[in-house]
């Protein structure tokens, strides 16, 4: 099959005004929690990227049904009838295990296929199933499939979650508002795609309070009162902070539109501390540079520490910034596989487990590399807009998942980039 690749080549000039669309971070969970509903729940502003279109090819194999109008994404689930989900669909996207929770409210039992690792690490799921057995639900393992089941219903429960864990605290989230009683999660994740799934929920009937803080609790509402419900998802903080970066990076200034800056209040905090001009809107952010970058560190923390989804971008920025940085990656085990790709290009970037010594070099020079992840893939194309020459960056696979026409926006800021097909 023809292989499909990105060509950037050096871009004087990137800058402009560019749509931020629906979060995906977000967006996978709204269309697993629409199970809680009986009808037709319909989503706005969601994304059209592969992990969305994998997340919709579960639902439809549970029996509901799922339509596209524009970036609007109706989910009926009158006939969702179904508690398994099959393998070759979960272990194409990791999150599918977000279906766990929903499923269990909606079912009282799933059966869905073990999520594999990736590139940027094991991926676990041992806090998922620890705060649902805490619930009631009892789980078994075979053939590659986790069986849950709940032979003495669900009760209510107060969770502590050893790291705030995104997708535990969501599958949490969505098996418990259904159960009767009040339940608690403590040392809850606290990112805005949480807040995002939390209003929706509560849009559909359930008693959520304290989503955004490190507690949450949960008023358990009977299945029977959940309803289906209109939602606009919010607008993807990473796809923004990513494009902010070609700014940072080339000059700017680059506008995102349709995101809330308090998103990402650490890293503007970055942008400002490297030597970047940062201003907002209630709906927008502008991100330009007239002096050379700084120097930076970076600690990766759950928000509203620094995120790592925007670590390969900063370290971008780092590896052509003047003086030493220093970056450590605390949330996952193998996510620094971009700087092998980035020293392919020039940059100087030595890494020592959890951390990584960027030492600023002046210009980049293009070459051929390959996507390692969706976060770096998206950042090496950024790259090859400042880097001499051309750059050819493979397995584009990765930032299809996360970035809806990416080439296409970049262009549209005046950046010298195409999709070829070899
Ligand atoms: C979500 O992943 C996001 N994905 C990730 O975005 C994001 O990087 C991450 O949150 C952190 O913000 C989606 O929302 C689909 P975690 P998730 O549970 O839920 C370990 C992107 O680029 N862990 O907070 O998997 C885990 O291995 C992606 O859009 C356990 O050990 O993140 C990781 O090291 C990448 N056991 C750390 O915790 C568990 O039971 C954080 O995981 C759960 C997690």
Redesign the pocket.
């Known amino acids: 099959m023809a292989e499909e690749i990105i060509v950037a080549h050096e871009s004087e000039n990137v800058s402009g005004v560019v749509q931020i669309g629906g979060a995906?971070?977000s967006a996978?969970k709204l269309i697993a929690a629409s199970l809680l509903g009986q009808g037709k729940t319909v989503i706005h502003n969601v994304p059209h990227i592969s992990d969305i279109h994998i997340m919709s090819e579960v639902l439809r194999s549970l029996g509901a049904t799922v339509s596209w109008e524009n970036h609007t994404l109706t989910v009926d689930t009158t006939d969702a009838e179904g508690y398994k989900t099959p393998y070759e669909l979960v272990s194409k996207m990791r999150?599918s295990i977000s279906i766990l929770g929903p499923l269990i409210g909606r079912q009282g039992r799933a059966c869905v296929a073990m999520p594999g690792g990736c590139q940027?690490?094991?991926?676990?799921?041992?806090?998922?199933l620890k705060v649902l057995q805490a619930l009631g639900v009892e789980f078994s393992s075979s053939h590659g499939y986790l069986n849950a089941t709940t032979p003495n219903g669900l009760h209510n429960a107060n969770v502590i979650l050893e790291?705030p864990?995104?997708?535990?605290t969501e599958n949490m989230l969505m098996a418990a508002v259904t159960v009767e009683g009040v339940s608690t999660i403590d040392n809850a994740?606290r990112?805005p795609?949480i807040v995002d799934l939390a209003n929706m929920l509560n849009e559909m009937g359930a008693k959520v309070e304290g989503a955004g803080t490190s507690c949450i609790t949960i008023t358990g509402v009977p299945l029977e009162d959940f309803r289906p419900c209109e939602h606009t998802t919010v607008g993807d903080r990473?796809e923004a902070g990513t494009f902010l970066t070609a700014g940072a990076l080339l000059g700017g200034p680059v506008t995102a539109e349709g995101i809330d800056p308090s998103f990402l209040r650490m890293a503007l905090m970055k942008f400002e501390a490297m030597g970047c001009g940062v201003s907002t809107t209630e709906n927008s952010i502008t991100v330009g540079r007239t002096q050379p970058l700084r120097a930076i560190d970076i600690q990766t923390l759950p928000h509203p520490g620094f995120?790592?989804?925007l670590q390969a971008q900063f370290m971008l920025l780092a590896a052509v910034a003047q003086g030493n940085s220093v970056i450590s990656e605390n949330?996952?085990?193998n996510r620094f596989m971009f700087a092998s790709e980035l020293n392919r290009m020039g940059a100087d970037i030595t890494v020592e487990g959890h951390h990584a010594l960027v030492q600023g070099v002046k210009r980049l020079q293009g070459a051929p590399v390959s996507s390692t992840d969706?976060?770096g893939g998206a950042a090496l194309v950024i790259a090859g807009l400042a880097a001499e020459g051309e750059t050819r960056i493979y397995e584009i696979h990765h930032i299809d998942r996360?970035y809806e026409d990416y080439v296409g926006k970049l262009q549209s800021l005046g950046a010298r980039v195409e999709r070829v097909t070899l």
């Open positions: 995906k971070n996978l999150a940027i690490g094991a991926r676990k799921i041992d806090m998922h790291f864990s995104v997708g535990a994740a990112e795609e990473i995120p790592t989804d949330i996952f085990e969706l976060r996360g």
